[in-house]
């Protein structure tokens, strides 16, 4: 049998493998281990050059996790994340996402790779886009599309939701989010922000169709002030949520804002959701009203204004 050659083929086929030998053993099918299917896997499939060691290590300041062939030049690989790493969502998917860079980049960087978060921020690099592929395939490797799709069937959208997921599968809630926007039919958005503004953005395929996006890795875009993410807001009813009318994240469309404050990371994540149309063109002139500058243009001015 051929082997695979994409980020989604090489996680549907260690998923296929994950199923069998849940099903034979009678064990939890999640959250994956992922340090035990890389190094079995790895044996079998590639004897000559398999997954020795996965473990923690004390990585500099910023690498989340690293692949890294073994000094002794004999072409076994080891895996690592950052022991500082406190949440087990994120030290989850770094172990999937550098077995995707062990199955896909290998060959093409023999001396292994080092990842940060940061990596993503230019998809035009070829850095960003190795880095994207194996982000592909820690989430279609930790969240199967199809118990994903059962877990979210019926089921309301809102942070408890992401928060099962963020359990059942050992992913952090933005990892949760991340890939119920890849999926969904609705028009939302995940805003992560620092410091009063916007670290990244990232929307689902329908609300890019409607042209509702951030550039935030290219422009400087503030935190909208009167939202929940920009208030001092009891983080129960942040979670639970706040409808805001037009003129807050949208000029044009009222939007349902739920956010979750992580002083440990010192940032919030904001989960917004869009009405499922957006509007006409004649809907917008009737809401047309002047823009509120922002950050950068009320410095330009001179203006203190809040």
């Not at 083929?9 to 260690?14: D, H, N, S, T």
């Not at 490797?141 to 959208?157: A, K, T």
């Not at 006409?280 to 823009?291: D, G, H």
Request: hydrophobic content about 40%.
């Amino acid at each position: 049998m051929a082997l695979p050659t994409t980020p989604k083929g090489w996680a549907i086929r260690l998923t296929k493998i994950a199923d069998l030998f849940h099903q034979v053993h009678g064990l939890d099918r999640f959250p994956i281990d992922v340090s035990s299917i890389a190094m079995e896997f790895s044996r079998q499939v590639f004897p000559e050059e398999p997954i020795t060691l996965v473990h923690g290590a004390s990585l500099p300041k910023g690498f989340d996790g690293m692949l890294t062939p073994n000094p002794s030049g004999n072409r076994e690989w080891g895996i690592f994340y950052n022991d500082s790493i406190s949440s087990r969502g994120r030290r989850n998917f770094t172990l999937a996402h550098e077995l995707g860079h062990y199955l896909l980049h290998r060959t093409a960087y023999p001396d292994g790779l080092r990842c940060t978060s940061g990596n993503m921020g230019d998809w035009s690099t070829e850095v960003g886009q190795i880095e994207g592929e194996a982000n592909t395939f820690a989430s279609f490797l930790l969240m199967p599309l199809n118990d994903f799709r059962e877990q979210i069937s019926g089921q309301v959208i809102d942070l408890d939701l992401m928060e099962h997921l963020s359990d059942r599968y050992a992913v952090s809630v933005t990892a949760a989010i991340l890939k119920w926007l890849a999926i969904t039919k609705k028009r939302a958005m995940v805003v992560v922000g620092k410091e009063g503004f916007i670290d990244w953005a990232w929307s689902s395929g329908p609300l890019i169709k409607s042209g509702v996006f951030y550039r935030a890795r290219q422009e400087v875009v503030e935190i909208p002030r009167n939202s929940l993410a920009a208030l001092d807001a009891d983080p129960g009813d942040a979670r639970r949520g706040a409808t805001h009318k037009a003129g807050i994240w949208s000029q044009h469309e009222a939007v349902h804002e739920m956010t979750i404050f992580a002083p440990i990371r010192e940032m919030t994540i904001s989960l917004l959701l869009y009405p499922d149309a957006s509007p006409s063109r004649w809907q917008m002139s009737e809401l047309e009203e002047e823009t509120t500058p922002d950050a950068y243009d009320r410095f330009m001015s001179g203006s203190r204004g809040v």
